[in-house]
Structure formats: structure tokens, C-alpha cells
């Protein structure tokens, strides 16, 4: 019997980049058997544009004034009839074949020396979750600069470490059932709560490097502050990377400090060394990646990009700093539910 696949996405306030990503929908060479949508209350319009394409795609539109992203996540699995669910983000654009390759792998029967592999706790030879891949598609220099200093690319990625976004992933329904879904009390980081979930009860996972979606970076450095304060909010609220976070304290608020007071009072060699060696810890990736981008840019453009690097890398690690501890402190008042 011929496994049936449901794509989903929430949107609010969508309006302008939602025909992007239904306009990729729709030239899928692997088109979803369904499409729920589940709308979180937007006064744009959104809805007007869903409503216009459902003529045309096998849409189902929700709404869910209110709901956050694992909510809206929730709703929409719930009502899918989807043995497999394929999940992506609404300001996105899809490959063509991005659908196709997440699904190839749950046709395979991967095994190990035994031949059978450890999925759910119980004895299986089947693949449940795949991992996407995603890629910036940026319209200025700033948004090139922001993709290389913040996002991997692919030989960064060790795919058995991976953890998929949920802009590009797809999964068994039963798997997302098993673990209790997206974790409604997060509305920051909460794939990374749902992949976490998904690995400690040790289903597997295989990466589909080829599986990819296109999404534009936030345009400017505001609406990049935001991003980031969010994402750090949720770690706090979440309890995630609690030592990344240390080691972002201590390198601003106690090592940088002692560097200047190291120059200031005549410790020259051993103050530059210090700067120059973090200034490489911090900037090398972000350039790695940087260069290769900027060879169809004008010499003003790749100065401008070369520019905004130390700025963003640094005006995010501010963010982060300020939106920790007010996750931490949510966490505090509410720990009966962010277990």
C-alpha cells in the first residue's frame, strides 16, 4: 500500500513571502499527497493568499488565532492522515526536488553488522526521521555577510550529528507521536527540543544533503538582534548549551576586559597576542565561508560584506547575552512545565 505524505507549515503574517514557497510547492517533481497549513492569527494577507491557492494544491487551511510554532506544528500533524510528515518553514523556497529526497531514504533498509538496527527501542530496518539541508539565498551584501557568519555550510555538517531544522525535515507520524510532538511551552528552539527527543528514544536518523530549501536572512542588523535575543531567549527557557553560553560571558565580560588592562598597562606582545588570537577564533569560519560568496560581487560590495562580519558576529553575540538570562528567569517561574 503506497505510504501517504503530508506536507506542513504554520505561517502568520506571511503575505508577502508566502507565493515563493507555494510557487515551489507546486514544481515539486514529488508533490505531497496534502498540505496542512495552520494559520497562528495573521492580519495581513495571508489567508487571502492560501485561500487562492488551495484551488489549485491539495491545501488544508487551519486557524489558530494565538497558537505559537510547536503549536501550530501540532495542529497541523494532528489532522494530517500522513504516514510520513515532511515539515518547512513559510518564508522559504523549496528545490524542486527537495520533497523527492527527503523521502528517498525511508525506501531504503539501512542495517548494521547484524543486519537489523536499533530504531524506537525495538528491532527495525527502517529509516523514521530525515534531515534536510538548508541554504541562504540572500539579496544584499549585508544578507550574504549574515549567511556566512551564521549559518554552516555543507562541509561543516557531520551528518551523524546533524539536527535538523524544522524548516527541512521529514518524519514518521508515529515517531512524532512516540516522543509527544513539539513541545507547545517553547515557541524558540523548539525543533532542536524535538529532535532531542526524537534521538534519546533512539530513532533513526539519515541525512538527505540534497533535500534543500532556500530561505532569505533577516535584512537588516535590527531584525537580526531580534532573531538572535529570540533564539537565546529560548535556550534559557529550554536549558540549552548552557557552556556555550559560560564561555560567551567569560570572553566578554571577563577575558576582553583584562586584554585591554593588559595594554593599557605596557603588556603589548602578550595584549595583541591575545586579541589576534581570539579575533581568529571568532572571524576565521565566517570568512572561510564569506570568500567563496563574494566572487560575483563588485569590489564595493565585497568591502561592504567583508565589513559587516565583525559587526554582526559580535552584535549577535550581544543579543544572545541580553535573551539568555530572560529565558533563564522564565524558566525559573515556570518549572513544572520546561522539563
Not at 181 to 189: I, K, N, R, S, V
Not at 309 to 317: A, C, E, H, K, L
Given at each position: 500500500m503506497p505510504v501517504t505524505v503530508s506536507l506542513i507549515f504554520t505561517v502568520k503574517n506571511e503575505a508577502e513571502a508566502l507565493p515563493r514557497l507555494l510557487d515551489s510547492i507546486a514544481t515539486q517533481t514529488r508533490a505531497p499527497d496534502e498540505i496542512i497549513v495552520v494559520d497562528g492569527g495573521s492580519t495581513d494577507a495571508t489567508l487571502d493568499v492560501l485561500y487562492e491557492r488551495a484551488h489549485t494544491l491539495p491545501m488544508r487551511i487551519i486557524s489558530a488565532p494565538g497558537a505559537n510554532i510547536s503549536q501550530g506544528r501540532n495542529i497541523a500533524i494532528r489532522a494530517a492522515r500522513g504516514d510520513i510528515i515532511c515539515a518547512t518553514d513559510a518564508g522559504v523556497r523549496l528545490d524542486p526536488n527537495w520533497l523527492a529526497e527527503l523521502l528517498a531514504p525511508f525506501d531504503r533498509r539501512p542495517k548494521t553488522e547484524d543486519g537489523k538496527t536499533w530504531i524506537g527501542g525495538q528491532r527495525s530496518a527502517v529509516v523514521d526521521v530525515v534531515s534536510g539541508f538548508f541554504i541562504p539565498d540572500p539579496h544584499s551584501a549585508f544578507e550574504t555577510a549574515l549567511a556566512a557568519t551564521t549559518l554552516p555550510v555543507l562541509r561543516d555538517i557531520h551528518p551523524e550529528k546533524f539536527l535538523p531544522s524544522s524548516r527541512s525535515v521529514?518524519?514518521?507520524?508515529?515517531?512524532?507521536?512516540?516522543?509527544?510532538?513539539?513541545?507547545?511551552?517553547?515557541?524558540?528552539?523548539?525543533?532542536?527540543?524535538?529532535?532531542?527527543a526524537l534521538r534519546r528514544a533512539s530513532f533513526r536518523f539519515v541525512f538527505a544533503p540534497r533535500a534543500v530549501v532556500y530561505f532569505r536572512p533577516r535584512p537588516n542588523?535590527?531584525?537580526?538582534?531580534?532573531?538572535?535575543?529570540?533564539?537565546?531567549?529560548?535556550?534559557?527557557?529550554?536549558?540549552?548549551?548552557?557552556?556555550?553560553?559560560?564561555?560567551?560571558?567569560?570572553?566578554?565580560?571577563?577575558?576582553?576586559?583584562?586584554?585591554?588592562?593588559?595594554?593599557?598597562?605596557?603588556?603589548?606582545?602578550?595584549?595583541?597576542?591575545?586579541?589576534?588570537?581570539?579575533?581568529?577564533?571568532?572571524?576565521?569560519?565566517?570568512?572561510?565561508?564569506?570568500?567563496?560568496?563574494?566572487?560575483?560581487?563588485?569590489?564595493?560590495?565585497?568591502?561592504?560584506?567583508?565589513?559587516?562580519?565583525?559587526?554582526?558576529?559580535?552584535?549577535?553575540?550581544?543579543?544572545?547575552?541580553?535573551?539568555?538570562?530572560?529565558?533563564?528567569?522564565?524558566?525559573?517561574k515556570h518549572r513544572k512545565g520546561a522539563r
Open positions: 521529514a518524519f514518521r507520524k508515529a515517531a512524532w507521536e512516540h516522543v509527544g510532538g513539539y513541545p507547545e511551552w517553547l515557541d524558540f528552539c523548539e525543533d532542536l527540543i524535538f529532535d532531542f542588523l535590527l531584525a537580526f538582534f531580534r532573531q538572535y535575543y529570540q533564539y537565546a531567549s529560548g535556550d534559557g527557557k529550554a536549558n540549552l548549551w548552557l557552556l556555550r553560553h559560560i564561555i560567551r560571558y567569560t570572553t566578554y565580560l571577563i577575558a576582553l576586559p583584562l586584554t585591554f588592562a593588559l595594554l593599557a598597562f605596557g603588556f603589548w606582545h602578550l595584549g595583541l597576542g591575545i586579541l589576534i588570537f581570539g579575533a581568529f577564533g571568532m572571524f576565521f569560519t565566517p570568512y572561510r565561508r564569506l570568500l567563496p560568496m563574494l566572487r560575483d560581487f563588485s569590489w564595493r560590495d565585497r568591502l561592504v560584506a567583508l565589513a559587516w562580519v565583525p559587526i554582526i558576529r559580535i552584535t549577535g553575540d550581544v543579543a544572545k547575552m541580553i535573551g539568555y538570562p530572560v529565558g533563564v528567569v522564565w524558566r525559573w
